[in-house]
Structure formats: C-alpha cells, structure tokens
C-alpha cells in the first residue's frame, strides 16, 4: 500500500513538471499530424476514449458486475473519478490551449478547451491496473496508449499533454485502491454475498 502512494506521489511530480515545462516553453508545443487517411481511424479511437462512452462502459461494467456477483468495481469507479476530476483542475491551473485553436485562459467552464493534460489519455490510462485479469489489464493498456496517440496525431493535443494524462491516470489508479480500502469500500469489491457468508 504504502509503495503504491510513493509511486503516485512521484507521477504526479511528474505531471506537475511537464505540465510546467509545457507551460514554460512553448517550443515544446510540436503538434504531429497524421495524414489525412488515417483520420477517420483515428476519430473512431477519440469517440472511444471520451467521457461519455467511457463512463457509460464503467457504469455498466458496475451494474452488471453487481447483478451478476453483487460485487461493485470501487477502485475502477474510484480511480476513474478521481482522473477525471485531477484532470478539469490541471487544465484549468496551466491553461495551455490546444493546437490549432485559441482559448481565453481562466475561463472555469470551458475546461475542455485546454490541452494539458489530455482527458483521452488521463482516463483511459486510469483503469487497467485496477482490473485483475492480466489480459485485458495489457488489452487496455494497449488501448489507451493508442487513445493518446491518436490524439497527438489528429492535432488535438501535443506529446507532453498525452504524457502528462497517462502519468496522472496511472497515478490516480495507484492511489484509488488504497482510497478505496481507507473508506472500507473495498468490501464492495468482494460482493455482498461473500460478506454475508
């Protein structure tokens, strides 16, 4: 437990330094564009990885695991909460507009017009490591790397602002496990008629 708080504490440095260096020095900013063939390949990978079908994937995830073995995914779901609320702050905190568009800095409620860190990155990275299995753990990770180079390379985000959200979803799923055991959620996980066994 305590390894896995160090090793989120040391990618959120992490996400805190790129940012920063992104932030800085702008010659960091390089977009990567894909040729045009490619694109709609690539659009389909950013529908899959955007909030709304991600969570509505966890959300039946949730209520299936539930229905079928009364057990609820609490890390997942943590983890999942936790990326994406980290990630609305860091966007607004550095302020970055994304490539190939002008944003107005500071303004709250137009989060998603900031490109550090990539959302796509940050919750996609956010979920393999609290799913057991081993297989779909790499699938996913797989994934959600090609999430975040599709997002380079549709020139929505640059190569620091997938870096950063890969770092802070990875993070996130570190530290949500131990959330999740503090606030004795983890009997969730374990499904309700073990516990009452």
Known sequence: MRRSIY???????????????????PQLRVPFPAPSIYRPALDVLGILGSVEVVWAVAIAYAAYSYLRWRRLPA?????LLLAEVLDGVLKVSFSICRPLESCQPYRILAVDSYSYP????TRTFSIPLTVRNEVARWALFAFAAAVAVSRVLVEVHYPLDVMGGASLGIASSLVAGPIVRRLGLHELE????????
Request: proline letters at 0%; charged letters at 10%; aromatic letters at 2%.
């Open 7 to 25: 090793a989120s504490m040391a990618l959120y440095a992490v996400v805190i330094a790129l940012g920063a260096a992104e932030k800085l020095a």
């Open 75 to 79: 890390t997942l779901l943590a983890s």
């Open 118 to 121: 990539s959302g796509h990155s």
């Open 190 to 197: 374990s499904g309700v008629g073990e516990r009452v066994q």
